[in-house]
């Protein structure tokens, strides 16, 4: 299975690509320093965020992130992230989607574990990564996924890394972390075995978002940034997206090039505590 981001990745970015050329490997990670959200909000066990993916006036999938828990190790902080895509089924002339993803990630919002599993009519296909970096090594499968807690690997790959990095979901995270920084970064980011970058620029310009699941103007702060990759739904290039401007720095709107035009990816529901979108005033 070639993985699968969104923009997921950034949401859309976030956290779903199929796969790409390769722009560079993983840079330095001291680069990517920068003064974060406050984490503490931040990263809520037991948030659940939906979006709604609309292309044209058709809305052509769901997408749901999830952190489902953590835990310290070696004296850090690791969480627990599902994301799960799912295509209309009423839309008969696009491809079915049915993706999941599980990552872990720490408290800087770099990965350390990543699976994707992708369902069809003909089975599960399976992609995972474990990142190593005591031993500077990114250790790659694929294969199929015979039970639930069974996998038959067809692929296997130890990659060289130079840094800490992102994978998909974690790279959702990230974004929101930072967004509230004035500065662009050079993102690695890995897809499959390649090292790839994304490019963010935070630029933290405030600004106001409408959405239908809120009934009055939403206070956001507004970045953008470009992905040298192809991600789901045919996402190609350029984003932009408008996170909450607050501690959740939870995304309210993405938009996304795809090779027929533009997405356009939407909040509709959430579950987080003693949280309320914040207003314009």
């Known amino acids: 299975m070639k993985p699968v981001i969104v923009f997921i990745s950034l949401m859309m970015m976030c956290c779903f690509c199929y796969t790409s050329q390769s722009k560079q490997l993983c840079q330095d990670s001291a680069a990517l320093v920068a003064s974060p959200?406050?984490?503490k909000h931040m990263m809520q066990v037991g948030e659940e965020l939906e979006y709604s993916v609309h292309y044209s006036f058709f809305n052509i999938g769901v997408i749901n992130f999830k952190i489902t828990?953590?835990?310290v190790r070696n004296g850090r902080k690791v969480y627990f992230?599902?994301?799960?895509?799912?295509s209309n089924p009423s839309l008969n002339?696009?491809?079915?989607?049915?993706?999941k993803f599980y990552s872990e990630i720490d408290e800087d919002m770099f990965s350390y574990y990543w699976l994707g599993e992708d369902s069809s009519s003909r089975g599960i296909n399976y992609t995972r990564m474990k990142f190593d970096y005591a031993n500077n090594n990114m250790y790659y499968e694929s294969g199929k996924k015979i039970s639930s807690d069974e996998y038959k690997p067809e692929k296997k790959?130890?990659?060289?890394?130079s840094s800490k990095c992102q994978d998909g979901v974690s790279l959702f995270f990230y974004a929101r972390n930072f967004v509230h920084?004035?500065?662009?970064?050079?993102?690695?980011?890995?897809?499959?075995?390649?090292?790839?970058?994304?490019?963010?620029?935070?630029?933290?310009?405030?600004?106001?978002?409408?959405i239908d699941a809120v009934n009055y103007p939403l206070s956001v702060v507004y970045f953008d940034g470009h992905a040298d990759f192809t991600g789901i739904f045919g996402l190609t290039g350029g984003f932009e997206g408008w996170f909450s401007n607050d501690d959740a720095c939870i995304p309210i709107v993405a938009k996304m090039k795809v090779f027929l035009g533009s997405v356009r990816v939407e909040l509709t529901k959430w579950k987080r505590n003693e949280w309320t979108p914040p207003q314009v005033h």
């Open 81 to 86: 992230i599902h994301a799960v895509i799912e």
């Open 157 to 161: 790959k130890t990659v060289s890394i």
């Open 93 to 99: 002339w696009l491809k079915e989607l049915h993706v």
């Open 181 to 210: 920084q004035d500065k662009t970064e050079h993102v690695p980011t890995y897809m499959d075995t390649l090292g790839l970058t994304t490019d963010l620029n935070f630029k933290n310009t405030l600004g106001k978002k409408e």
């Open 69 to 71: 828990g953590m835990e």
């Open 37 to 39: 959200a406050d984490q």
